[in-house]
Protein backbone atom coordinates (compact mmCIF):
# COMPACT_ATOMS: atom_id res chain seq x y z
CA UNK A 1 0.00 0.00 0.00
CA UNK A 2 1.19 3.45 -0.35
CA UNK A 3 1.95 5.95 2.02
CA UNK A 4 0.63 8.91 0.37
CA UNK A 5 -2.65 7.02 -1.71
CA UNK A 6 -2.99 10.72 -2.94
CA UNK A 7 -0.32 10.24 -5.41
CA UNK A 8 -2.92 7.23 -7.03
CA UNK A 9 -6.08 8.31 -6.20
CA UNK A 10 -8.55 11.37 -6.00
CA UNK A 11 -11.30 12.13 -3.49
CA UNK A 12 -14.79 12.47 -4.96
CA UNK A 13 -15.62 15.81 -5.77
CA UNK A 14 -18.82 16.87 -3.80
CA UNK A 15 -22.47 18.05 -5.10
CA UNK A 16 -23.34 21.55 -4.49
CA UNK A 17 -26.29 21.50 -3.24
CA UNK A 18 -27.35 24.98 -1.23
CA UNK A 19 -30.14 24.14 1.41
CA UNK A 20 -29.94 19.80 1.21
CA UNK A 21 -33.30 18.66 2.61
CA UNK A 22 -32.46 15.14 2.98
CA UNK A 23 -30.67 15.60 6.54
CA UNK A 24 -33.98 16.19 8.06
CA UNK A 25 -35.62 13.91 7.05
CA UNK A 26 -37.18 10.67 8.11
CA UNK A 27 -38.38 7.41 6.13
CA UNK A 28 -41.95 7.15 7.14
CA UNK A 29 -43.05 4.76 4.53
CA UNK A 30 -41.68 1.93 2.21
CA UNK A 31 -41.00 2.50 -1.22
CA UNK A 32 -41.64 0.50 -4.14
CA UNK A 33 -39.34 -2.45 -4.14
CA UNK A 34 -38.03 -4.34 -7.42
CA UNK A 35 -36.36 -7.45 -6.80
CA UNK A 36 -33.04 -7.93 -9.09
CA UNK A 37 -32.24 -11.39 -7.71
CA UNK A 38 -32.75 -13.77 -11.13
CA UNK A 39 -30.99 -10.77 -13.37
CA UNK A 40 -28.37 -8.74 -11.26
CA UNK A 41 -28.09 -11.54 -8.75
CA UNK A 42 -27.99 -14.64 -11.16
CA UNK A 43 -25.11 -12.99 -13.32
CA UNK A 44 -23.03 -12.55 -10.28
CA UNK A 45 -23.40 -16.43 -9.48
CA UNK A 46 -20.21 -18.92 -10.28
CA UNK A 47 -22.73 -20.85 -11.45
CA UNK A 48 -26.05 -19.11 -12.74
CA UNK A 49 -29.31 -21.00 -11.39
CA UNK A 50 -31.13 -23.07 -13.46
CA UNK A 51 -34.71 -22.96 -14.87
CA UNK A 52 -35.64 -24.94 -11.52
CA UNK A 53 -33.62 -22.86 -9.00
CA UNK A 54 -35.06 -19.73 -11.10
CA UNK A 55 -38.58 -21.18 -10.78
CA UNK A 56 -38.19 -21.58 -7.00
CA UNK A 57 -36.75 -18.40 -6.72
CA UNK A 58 -39.83 -16.57 -8.70
CA UNK A 59 -41.88 -18.26 -5.90
CA UNK A 60 -40.49 -17.02 -3.04
CA UNK A 61 -40.09 -13.58 -3.90
CA UNK A 62 -43.78 -13.22 -4.44
CA UNK A 63 -44.78 -15.09 -1.03
CA UNK A 64 -42.30 -12.26 0.59
CA UNK A 65 -44.71 -9.53 -1.16
CA UNK A 66 -42.23 -8.24 -4.15
CA UNK A 67 -44.38 -6.85 -6.75
CA UNK A 68 -41.81 -5.88 -9.16
CA UNK A 69 -39.54 -8.56 -10.02
CA UNK A 70 -36.45 -8.53 -12.89
CA UNK A 71 -36.52 -11.70 -13.73
CA UNK A 72 -33.68 -11.83 -16.33
CA UNK A 73 -31.85 -10.40 -19.80
CA UNK A 74 -33.81 -12.77 -22.54
CA UNK A 75 -31.85 -11.71 -24.92
CA UNK A 76 -28.44 -13.05 -23.47
CA UNK A 77 -29.30 -16.54 -24.85
CA UNK A 78 -32.01 -19.18 -24.73
CA UNK A 79 -32.34 -20.24 -21.41
CA UNK A 80 -32.77 -16.44 -20.01
CA UNK A 81 -35.44 -16.18 -22.79
CA UNK A 82 -37.46 -19.28 -22.44
CA UNK A 83 -37.85 -19.34 -19.08
CA UNK A 84 -39.17 -15.64 -18.92
CA UNK A 85 -41.43 -16.68 -21.61
CA UNK A 86 -42.57 -19.91 -19.86
CA UNK A 87 -43.95 -17.48 -17.30
CA UNK A 88 -45.54 -15.70 -19.09
CA UNK A 89 -47.04 -18.71 -21.39
CA UNK A 90 -48.05 -21.08 -18.41
CA UNK A 91 -49.80 -18.21 -16.56
CA UNK A 92 -47.36 -18.11 -13.26
CA UNK A 93 -47.02 -14.42 -12.78
CA UNK A 94 -49.71 -13.47 -10.06
CA UNK A 95 -52.20 -10.58 -11.24
CA UNK A 96 -50.44 -8.09 -8.57
CA UNK A 97 -46.88 -8.99 -9.46
CA UNK A 98 -45.23 -6.81 -12.76
CA UNK A 99 -42.28 -8.50 -13.95
CA UNK A 100 -39.24 -6.73 -15.65
CA UNK A 101 -36.82 -7.35 -18.28
CA UNK A 102 -33.33 -6.01 -18.79
CA UNK A 103 -31.76 -4.76 -22.16
CA UNK A 104 -28.89 -2.72 -23.16
CA UNK A 105 -30.31 -0.05 -25.72
CA UNK A 106 -29.71 -1.90 -29.20
CA UNK A 107 -32.56 -2.94 -31.08
CA UNK A 108 -32.37 -6.11 -31.70
CA UNK A 109 -31.67 -6.59 -28.16
CA UNK A 110 -35.10 -4.64 -27.23
CA UNK A 111 -37.21 -7.07 -29.99
CA UNK A 112 -35.67 -9.67 -28.42
CA UNK A 113 -36.82 -8.72 -24.92
CA UNK A 114 -40.52 -7.52 -26.32
CA UNK A 115 -40.67 -11.33 -27.81
CA UNK A 116 -40.21 -12.52 -24.73
CA UNK A 117 -42.82 -11.54 -22.94
CA UNK A 118 -45.41 -11.92 -25.64
CA UNK A 119 -49.02 -12.57 -24.11
CA UNK A 120 -47.78 -10.69 -20.67
CA UNK A 121 -50.63 -8.43 -19.02
CA UNK A 122 -48.47 -6.26 -18.04
CA UNK A 123 -44.47 -5.45 -17.80
CA UNK A 124 -42.15 -3.35 -17.38
CA UNK A 125 -38.14 -3.18 -20.66
CA UNK A 126 -35.74 -1.67 -18.69
CA UNK A 127 -33.45 -0.09 -21.00
CA UNK A 128 -30.13 1.44 -19.73
CA UNK A 129 -26.78 2.54 -21.44
CA UNK A 130 -23.87 3.85 -19.91
CA UNK A 131 -23.05 7.67 -19.73
CA UNK A 132 -20.44 8.69 -17.10
CA UNK A 133 -16.85 10.51 -18.48
CA UNK A 134 -14.70 7.19 -18.04
CA UNK A 135 -17.24 5.00 -20.51
CA UNK A 136 -17.42 7.18 -22.87
CA UNK A 137 -13.62 7.37 -22.96
CA UNK A 138 -12.39 4.54 -22.15
CA UNK A 139 -15.03 2.03 -22.87
CA UNK A 140 -16.74 3.39 -25.77
CA UNK A 141 -14.54 6.68 -27.06
CA UNK A 142 -18.16 8.50 -27.88
CA UNK A 143 -18.73 11.85 -27.11
CA UNK A 144 -22.08 13.10 -24.97
CA UNK A 145 -23.58 13.60 -28.38
CA UNK A 146 -23.31 10.14 -29.46
CA UNK A 147 -24.14 8.69 -25.82
CA UNK A 148 -27.26 10.32 -25.91
CA UNK A 149 -28.30 9.44 -29.29
CA UNK A 150 -27.92 5.60 -28.39
CA UNK A 151 -30.19 6.28 -25.25
CA UNK A 152 -32.48 8.28 -27.39
CA UNK A 153 -32.66 5.46 -30.07
CA UNK A 154 -33.50 2.57 -28.01
CA UNK A 155 -36.23 4.77 -26.29
CA UNK A 156 -38.14 5.06 -29.88
CA UNK A 157 -37.59 1.27 -30.07
CA UNK A 158 -39.33 0.95 -27.03
CA UNK A 159 -41.88 3.13 -28.09
CA UNK A 160 -42.30 1.30 -31.66
CA UNK A 161 -42.13 -2.25 -29.72
CA UNK A 162 -44.22 -1.98 -27.69
CA UNK A 163 -47.29 -0.19 -30.01
CA UNK A 164 -47.42 -3.79 -31.65
CA UNK A 165 -48.61 -5.71 -28.35
CA UNK A 166 -51.52 -3.17 -27.47
CA UNK A 167 -53.20 -5.68 -25.56
CA UNK A 168 -50.09 -5.41 -22.83
CA UNK A 169 -49.78 -2.58 -20.40
CA UNK A 170 -46.74 -1.46 -21.44
CA UNK A 171 -43.91 0.52 -18.57
CA UNK A 172 -40.78 1.50 -19.04
CA UNK A 173 -37.72 2.26 -17.06
CA UNK A 174 -34.71 4.11 -18.00
CA UNK A 175 -30.81 3.69 -16.44
CA UNK A 176 -28.36 6.50 -17.17
CA UNK A 177 -26.27 3.39 -15.96
CA UNK A 178 -22.81 4.48 -13.96
CA UNK A 179 -24.79 7.48 -12.82
CA UNK A 180 -23.23 7.72 -9.85
CA UNK A 181 -19.71 8.89 -11.38
CA UNK A 182 -21.03 10.69 -14.41
CA UNK A 183 -22.17 15.21 -14.32
CA UNK A 184 -25.41 15.36 -12.88
CA UNK A 185 -26.44 17.76 -15.78
CA UNK A 186 -25.59 14.96 -18.41
CA UNK A 187 -27.29 12.44 -16.51
CA UNK A 188 -30.96 14.67 -16.27
CA UNK A 189 -30.43 15.99 -20.28
CA UNK A 190 -30.13 11.89 -21.17
CA UNK A 191 -33.02 11.26 -19.65
CA UNK A 192 -35.13 14.31 -20.34
CA UNK A 193 -34.54 13.18 -23.93
CA UNK A 194 -35.59 9.90 -23.26
CA UNK A 195 -38.80 11.48 -21.68
CA UNK A 196 -39.55 13.36 -25.01
CA UNK A 197 -39.97 9.88 -26.39
CA UNK A 198 -41.46 8.16 -24.30
CA UNK A 199 -43.65 11.23 -23.43
CA UNK A 200 -44.45 9.95 -19.43
CA UNK A 201 -47.51 11.17 -17.68
CA UNK A 202 -48.76 11.28 -13.93
CA UNK A 203 -51.30 8.27 -14.99
CA UNK A 204 -47.73 6.12 -16.27
CA UNK A 205 -44.69 7.42 -15.29
CA UNK A 206 -41.58 6.84 -16.28
CA UNK A 207 -39.07 4.86 -14.01
CA UNK A 208 -35.80 6.94 -13.93
CA UNK A 209 -33.17 4.25 -12.25
CA UNK A 210 -30.13 6.21 -10.68
CA UNK A 211 -27.45 3.50 -10.19
CA UNK A 212 -24.43 3.45 -8.09
CA UNK A 213 -22.82 0.74 -10.74
CA UNK A 214 -19.81 1.46 -8.61
CA UNK A 215 -20.07 2.99 -5.22
CA UNK A 216 -17.10 5.27 -5.38
CA UNK A 217 -18.22 7.95 -2.87
CA UNK A 218 -19.33 8.23 0.87
CA UNK A 219 -23.85 7.74 1.03
CA UNK A 220 -23.81 11.35 1.47
CA UNK A 221 -23.24 12.27 -1.79
CA UNK A 222 -25.39 9.66 -3.25
CA UNK A 223 -28.11 11.39 -1.61
CA UNK A 224 -26.59 14.60 -2.59
CA UNK A 225 -26.84 13.70 -5.78
CA UNK A 226 -30.47 11.98 -6.31
CA UNK A 227 -31.99 15.30 -3.98
CA UNK A 228 -29.95 17.55 -6.88
CA UNK A 229 -31.60 15.47 -9.53
CA UNK A 230 -35.30 15.30 -7.89
CA UNK A 231 -35.06 19.16 -8.03
CA UNK A 232 -33.83 19.69 -11.77
CA UNK A 233 -35.56 17.01 -13.14
CA UNK A 234 -38.40 18.33 -15.70
CA UNK A 235 -41.80 17.41 -14.35
CA UNK A 236 -41.06 15.64 -11.47
CA UNK A 237 -44.70 13.85 -10.95
CA UNK A 238 -44.41 11.89 -14.52
CA UNK A 239 -40.94 10.00 -13.28
CA UNK A 240 -40.03 7.49 -10.62
CA UNK A 241 -36.72 7.87 -8.89
CA UNK A 242 -35.37 4.23 -8.40
CA UNK A 243 -31.86 3.48 -6.40
CA UNK A 244 -29.70 0.49 -7.43
CA UNK A 245 -27.19 0.62 -5.38
CA UNK A 246 -24.05 -1.50 -5.21
CA UNK A 247 -21.90 -2.00 -2.11
CA UNK A 248 -18.09 -1.34 -3.34
CA UNK A 249 -17.62 0.93 -0.17
CA UNK A 250 -19.39 -1.30 2.22
CA UNK A 251 -22.30 1.19 2.62
CA UNK A 252 -25.01 -0.25 -0.09
CA UNK A 253 -27.79 0.42 2.55
CA UNK A 254 -26.71 3.36 3.89
CA UNK A 255 -26.86 5.04 0.13
CA UNK A 256 -30.13 3.76 -0.08
CA UNK A 257 -31.78 5.01 2.95
CA UNK A 258 -29.99 8.49 2.48
CA UNK A 259 -31.40 8.41 -1.29
CA UNK A 260 -35.01 8.09 -0.32
CA UNK A 261 -34.48 10.88 2.11
CA UNK A 262 -33.11 12.56 -0.76
CA UNK A 263 -36.56 11.71 -2.08
CA UNK A 264 -36.36 8.69 -4.07
CA UNK A 265 -39.51 6.47 -4.10
CA UNK A 266 -37.92 2.58 -5.30
CA UNK A 267 -35.19 0.54 -4.36
CA UNK A 268 -33.63 -2.21 -6.60
CA UNK A 269 -31.48 -5.03 -5.07
CA UNK A 270 -31.27 -8.80 -4.16
CA UNK A 271 -32.26 -10.52 -0.92
CA UNK A 272 -29.48 -10.40 1.09
CA UNK A 273 -27.39 -8.47 -0.92
CA UNK A 274 -25.84 -10.96 -3.38
CA UNK A 275 -24.75 -9.21 -6.81
CA UNK A 276 -21.34 -8.51 -8.85
CA UNK A 277 -18.10 -7.49 -6.73
CA UNK A 278 -19.29 -6.76 -3.43
CA UNK A 279 -22.94 -6.58 -4.16
CA UNK A 280 -26.43 -5.17 -4.62
CA UNK A 281 -27.82 -3.44 -1.84
CA UNK A 282 -29.55 -5.84 0.47
CA UNK A 283 -33.28 -5.61 0.43
CA UNK A 284 -33.44 -7.32 3.38
CA UNK A 285 -31.74 -5.80 5.72
CA UNK A 286 -32.92 -2.58 4.11
CA UNK A 287 -36.39 -3.28 4.58
CA UNK A 288 -35.80 -4.65 8.62
CA UNK A 289 -33.84 -1.48 9.40
CA UNK A 290 -37.35 0.05 8.35
CA UNK A 291 -39.43 -2.49 10.61
CA UNK A 292 -37.59 -1.63 13.53
CA UNK A 293 -37.64 2.04 13.39
CA UNK A 294 -42.16 1.23 13.27
CA UNK A 295 -42.49 1.72 9.35
CA UNK A 296 -44.37 -1.26 7.86
CA UNK A 297 -42.08 -2.53 4.71
CA UNK A 298 -44.53 -4.12 2.82
CA UNK A 299 -42.52 -7.35 2.81
CA UNK A 300 -43.00 -10.37 4.40
CA UNK A 301 -39.62 -12.01 6.97
CA UNK A 302 -41.35 -13.79 9.39
CA UNK A 303 -39.66 -17.31 8.34
CA UNK A 304 -36.29 -15.96 7.92
CA UNK A 305 -35.10 -19.55 7.64
CA UNK A 306 -37.35 -20.25 4.89
CA UNK A 307 -36.14 -17.27 2.92
CA UNK A 308 -32.30 -18.35 3.79
CA UNK A 309 -32.75 -21.49 2.99
CA UNK A 310 -34.01 -20.80 -0.56
CA UNK A 311 -31.86 -18.35 -1.33
CA UNK A 312 -28.62 -20.49 -0.27
CA UNK A 313 -30.13 -23.48 -2.59
CA UNK A 314 -30.82 -21.41 -5.30
CA UNK A 315 -27.60 -19.35 -5.31
CA UNK A 316 -24.99 -21.77 -3.50
CA UNK A 317 -23.83 -19.13 -1.43
CA UNK A 318 -24.26 -19.14 2.27
CA UNK A 319 -25.62 -16.14 4.01
CA UNK A 320 -22.95 -15.31 6.63
CA UNK A 321 -23.66 -16.65 10.46
CA UNK A 322 -23.02 -12.28 11.65
CA UNK A 323 -25.58 -11.22 8.55
CA UNK A 324 -27.83 -8.36 10.17
CA UNK A 325 -31.52 -10.14 11.03
CA UNK A 326 -30.33 -13.49 8.95
CA UNK A 327 -27.22 -14.63 10.50
CA UNK A 328 -27.21 -17.34 12.62
CA UNK A 329 -25.53 -15.81 15.39
CA UNK A 330 -26.62 -12.17 15.36
CA UNK A 331 -29.23 -13.20 17.62
CA UNK A 332 -26.46 -14.65 20.27
CA UNK A 333 -24.61 -13.81 22.99
CA UNK A 334 -21.47 -15.25 24.15
CA UNK A 335 -20.44 -12.22 26.72
CA UNK A 336 -21.41 -12.59 30.03
CA UNK A 337 -22.27 -8.72 30.03
CA UNK A 338 -24.15 -9.16 27.45
CA UNK A 339 -25.96 -11.53 28.42
CA UNK A 340 -26.44 -10.20 31.98
CA UNK A 341 -28.07 -7.47 29.90
CA UNK A 342 -30.50 -9.40 27.98
CA UNK A 343 -31.45 -11.61 30.43
CA UNK A 344 -32.64 -8.32 32.29
CA UNK A 345 -33.95 -7.01 29.61
CA UNK A 346 -36.62 -9.81 28.77
CA UNK A 347 -37.17 -9.66 32.41
CA UNK A 348 -38.54 -6.39 31.72
CA UNK A 349 -39.95 -6.76 29.04
CA UNK A 350 -42.21 -9.10 30.72
CA UNK A 351 -42.92 -6.56 33.39
CA UNK A 352 -44.16 -3.82 31.35
CA UNK A 353 -47.41 -2.88 30.52
CA UNK A 354 -46.65 -1.96 26.97
CA UNK A 355 -46.04 -3.67 23.60
CA UNK A 356 -42.97 -1.31 22.78
CA UNK A 357 -39.77 -3.44 21.82
CA UNK A 358 -37.09 -2.74 24.59
CA UNK A 359 -34.32 -5.24 25.04
CA UNK A 360 -30.59 -4.16 25.39
CA UNK A 361 -28.33 -5.48 22.24
CA UNK A 362 -31.85 -6.77 20.36
CA UNK A 363 -32.55 -4.23 17.99
CA UNK A 364 -35.51 -6.27 16.62
CA UNK A 365 -37.89 -9.31 18.25
CA UNK A 366 -36.32 -12.70 16.56
CA UNK A 367 -39.81 -14.26 17.27
CA UNK A 368 -41.18 -11.18 14.48
CA UNK A 369 -38.47 -13.04 12.48
CA UNK A 370 -39.65 -17.18 12.75
CA UNK A 371 -36.50 -17.47 15.53
CA UNK A 372 -36.90 -18.24 19.09
CA UNK A 373 -35.60 -17.89 21.80
CA UNK A 374 -33.03 -20.77 22.96
CA UNK A 375 -30.69 -19.26 20.83
CA UNK A 376 -30.47 -15.52 21.89
CA UNK A 377 -27.51 -16.73 24.69
CA UNK A 378 -25.19 -19.45 24.48
CA UNK A 379 -22.89 -20.24 26.50
CA UNK A 380 -18.80 -20.47 26.12
CA UNK A 381 -15.58 -19.42 27.97
CA UNK A 382 -16.40 -15.60 27.52
CA UNK A 383 -20.23 -16.49 28.91
CA UNK A 384 -20.98 -14.98 32.38
CA UNK A 385 -23.81 -16.21 35.14
CA UNK A 386 -26.85 -14.15 33.34
CA UNK A 387 -26.18 -16.62 30.57
CA UNK A 388 -25.86 -19.81 32.13
CA UNK A 389 -28.76 -19.42 34.24
CA UNK A 390 -30.50 -17.92 31.02
CA UNK A 391 -29.94 -21.45 29.07
CA UNK A 392 -31.26 -23.16 32.60
CA UNK A 393 -34.17 -21.75 32.36
CA UNK A 394 -34.79 -21.87 28.81
CA UNK A 395 -34.48 -25.53 28.69
CA UNK A 396 -35.31 -26.71 32.10
CA UNK A 397 -37.59 -23.93 33.55
CA UNK A 398 -35.40 -23.43 36.72
CA UNK A 399 -34.84 -20.02 37.85
CA UNK A 400 -31.91 -19.62 40.14
CA UNK A 401 -31.14 -17.06 42.86
CA UNK A 402 -29.15 -14.36 41.74
CA UNK A 403 -25.82 -15.53 44.30
CA UNK A 404 -26.75 -19.38 43.21
CA UNK A 405 -26.09 -17.89 39.29
CA UNK A 406 -22.69 -16.79 40.32
CA UNK A 407 -21.72 -20.39 42.37
CA UNK A 408 -22.81 -22.39 39.42
CA UNK A 409 -21.14 -19.98 36.79
CA UNK A 410 -17.56 -21.05 37.97
CA UNK A 411 -17.97 -24.82 37.47
CA UNK A 412 -19.89 -24.08 34.02
CA UNK A 413 -16.45 -21.90 33.48
CA UNK A 414 -14.49 -24.56 34.47
CA UNK A 415 -16.14 -26.91 31.97
CA UNK A 416 -15.74 -24.17 29.26
CA UNK A 417 -11.96 -24.13 29.99
CA UNK A 418 -11.50 -27.65 29.70
CA UNK A 419 -13.18 -28.35 26.44
CA UNK A 420 -12.22 -25.19 24.87
CA UNK A 421 -15.27 -25.42 22.97
CA UNK A 422 -19.18 -23.75 23.16
CA UNK A 423 -21.14 -25.31 25.72
CA UNK A 424 -24.86 -26.46 24.61
CA UNK A 425 -27.46 -27.16 27.04
CA UNK A 426 -27.28 -30.54 27.57
CA UNK A 427 -23.30 -30.00 28.54
CA UNK A 428 -24.85 -27.41 31.09
CA UNK A 429 -27.91 -29.68 32.91
CA UNK A 430 -25.01 -31.99 32.95
CA UNK A 431 -22.77 -29.88 34.96
CA UNK A 432 -25.83 -28.86 37.28
CA UNK A 433 -26.83 -32.47 37.85
CA UNK A 434 -23.65 -33.49 38.66
CA UNK A 435 -23.07 -30.78 41.47
CA UNK A 436 -26.60 -30.15 42.87
CA UNK A 437 -28.74 -33.10 42.56
CA UNK A 438 -28.84 -36.41 44.02
CA UNK A 439 -26.21 -39.17 42.59
CA UNK A 440 -24.77 -42.18 43.55
CA UNK A 441 -21.35 -40.93 45.21
CA UNK A 442 -23.33 -38.75 47.32
CA UNK A 443 -23.39 -38.84 51.29
CA UNK A 444 -26.89 -37.77 52.17
CA UNK A 445 -30.14 -39.28 49.92
CA UNK A 446 -33.36 -39.17 50.33
CA UNK A 447 -35.99 -42.20 50.25
CA UNK A 448 -38.57 -41.32 52.87
CA UNK A 449 -39.64 -38.66 55.38
CA UNK A 450 -42.63 -37.70 57.59
CA UNK A 451 -43.41 -34.22 59.42
CA UNK A 452 -45.98 -33.60 62.14
CA UNK A 453 -46.42 -31.30 64.95
CA UNK A 454 -48.30 -27.53 65.08
CA UNK A 455 -47.05 -24.56 63.57
CA UNK A 456 -43.73 -23.05 64.85
CA UNK A 457 -42.87 -26.39 66.67
CA UNK A 458 -42.44 -29.02 63.66
CA UNK A 459 -41.15 -32.74 63.85
CA UNK A 460 -39.01 -33.99 61.00
CA UNK A 461 -38.43 -38.00 60.45
CA UNK A 462 -36.88 -39.17 57.82
CA UNK A 463 -35.26 -41.96 56.35
CA UNK A 464 -32.25 -41.01 54.63
CA UNK A 465 -29.39 -43.12 52.85
CA UNK A 466 -25.81 -42.24 54.49
CA UNK A 467 -23.14 -42.88 52.79
CA UNK A 468 -25.13 -46.27 51.33
CA UNK A 469 -26.50 -47.08 54.35
CA UNK A 470 -30.30 -46.42 54.85
CA UNK A 471 -30.85 -44.54 58.43
CA UNK A 472 -33.47 -42.92 60.71
CA UNK A 473 -32.88 -39.79 61.46
CA UNK A 474 -35.37 -37.21 63.31
CA UNK A 475 -35.21 -33.30 64.17
CA UNK A 476 -37.62 -30.33 65.62
CA UNK A 477 -37.26 -27.02 64.66
CA UNK A 478 -39.67 -23.96 63.14
CA UNK A 479 -40.73 -25.37 59.96
CA UNK A 480 -39.89 -28.16 57.77
CA UNK A 481 -36.25 -26.80 56.75
CA UNK A 482 -35.13 -25.90 60.33
CA UNK A 483 -36.27 -30.03 61.03
CA UNK A 484 -34.20 -31.18 58.52
CA UNK A 485 -30.97 -29.18 59.30
CA UNK A 486 -31.40 -30.31 62.83
CA UNK A 487 -32.03 -34.03 62.41
CA UNK A 488 -29.25 -33.71 60.17
CA UNK A 489 -27.07 -31.75 63.12
CA UNK A 490 -27.50 -34.55 64.82
CA UNK A 491 -26.40 -37.19 63.39
CA UNK A 492 -22.96 -37.44 61.23
CA UNK A 493 -24.63 -34.31 59.15
CA UNK A 494 -22.80 -30.76 59.20
CA UNK A 495 -24.18 -27.98 61.09
CA UNK A 496 -25.91 -25.49 58.55
CA UNK A 497 -27.48 -21.85 58.54
CA UNK A 498 -29.81 -21.20 56.06
CA UNK A 499 -29.39 -17.25 54.77
CA UNK A 500 -31.64 -17.88 51.57
CA UNK A 501 -34.32 -19.73 50.59
CA UNK A 502 -36.99 -19.50 46.99
CA UNK A 503 -38.96 -22.13 45.36
CA UNK A 504 -40.81 -21.50 42.26
CA UNK A 505 -43.05 -23.98 39.87
CA UNK A 506 -41.78 -25.27 36.69
CA UNK A 507 -44.38 -25.28 33.90
CA UNK A 508 -48.34 -25.23 34.88
CA UNK A 509 -50.97 -27.46 35.13
CA UNK A 510 -51.38 -30.53 37.56
CA UNK A 511 -47.92 -32.64 36.42
CA UNK A 512 -46.01 -29.02 36.67
CA UNK A 513 -42.91 -29.98 39.30
CA UNK A 514 -41.41 -28.22 41.99
CA UNK A 515 -38.00 -26.47 42.15
CA UNK A 516 -36.41 -25.36 45.77
CA UNK A 517 -33.25 -23.33 46.52
CA UNK A 518 -31.53 -23.08 49.87
CA UNK A 519 -28.16 -20.90 50.55
CA UNK A 520 -26.41 -22.08 53.32
CA UNK A 521 -23.82 -21.55 55.80
CA UNK A 522 -21.35 -24.01 57.41
CA UNK A 523 -19.92 -23.56 61.12
CA UNK A 524 -16.70 -22.66 59.20
CA UNK A 525 -18.35 -19.84 57.41
CA UNK A 526 -18.50 -21.27 54.17
CA UNK A 527 -21.55 -20.35 52.13
CA UNK A 528 -22.89 -23.59 50.17
CA UNK A 529 -25.82 -23.91 47.55
CA UNK A 530 -28.40 -26.33 47.40
CA UNK A 531 -31.31 -27.38 45.10
CA UNK A 532 -34.18 -29.87 45.13
CA UNK A 533 -36.81 -30.67 42.48
CA UNK A 534 -40.22 -32.78 43.17
CA UNK A 535 -43.61 -33.05 41.62
CA UNK A 536 -44.32 -32.06 45.91
CA UNK A 537 -42.73 -28.51 46.67
CA UNK A 538 -42.51 -29.44 50.40
CA UNK A 539 -40.21 -32.79 49.28
CA UNK A 540 -37.89 -30.67 47.00
CA UNK A 541 -37.17 -28.17 49.87
CA UNK A 542 -36.14 -31.20 52.22
CA UNK A 543 -34.32 -32.30 48.66
CA UNK A 544 -32.49 -28.88 48.91
CA UNK A 545 -31.56 -29.21 52.11
CA UNK A 546 -29.76 -32.22 51.90
CA UNK A 547 -28.40 -30.78 48.36
CA UNK A 548 -26.88 -28.62 50.11
CA UNK A 549 -25.55 -31.01 53.23
CA UNK A 550 -23.61 -32.79 50.54
CA UNK A 551 -21.70 -30.11 49.19
CA UNK A 552 -20.74 -28.98 52.52
Not at 141 to 148: A, L, Q
Not at 365 to 387: F, H, M, T, W
Not at 502 to 509: L, T, V, Y
Not at 516 to 524: G, K, M, S
Request: proline content about 5%.
Amino acid sequence: MLRDPSSKYRPFPQVNLPGRQWPSRTITKAPRWLSTDMRDGNQALIDPMDAEKKTRFFELLCKVGLKEIEVGFPSAGATEFDFISGLVQQDKIPDDVIVQVLTQSRQDLIETSFQSLKGAKKAIVHLYNAVSPAWRRIVFGMSREEIKAIAVAGAKVLRDEAAKQPDTDWHFEYSPETFSTAELDFSIEVCEAVMDILRPTTDKPLILNLPATVEAATPNIYADQIEWFCRNIRSRETVVISLHTHNDRGTGVAASELGLLAGADRVEGCLFGNGERTGNVDLVTLALNMYTQGVDPELDFSNIDEVIQTVEYCNALPVHPRHPYAGDLVFTAFSGSHQDAIKKGFAAQEARNDDFWDVPYLPIDPKDLGRDYEAVIRVNSQSGKGGVAWVLEQDKGLKLPKRMQADFSRHVQALADETSRELNAADIWGRFEQIYLPGEKDRFVLEDYEESGAAGQRVFVGRIAVDGETQSISGRGNGLISGVIDALAGTTGPNLDVVDYSEHAIGHGADAQAAAYVECRTADGRTVFGVGIDADIATASVRAVLSAANRA
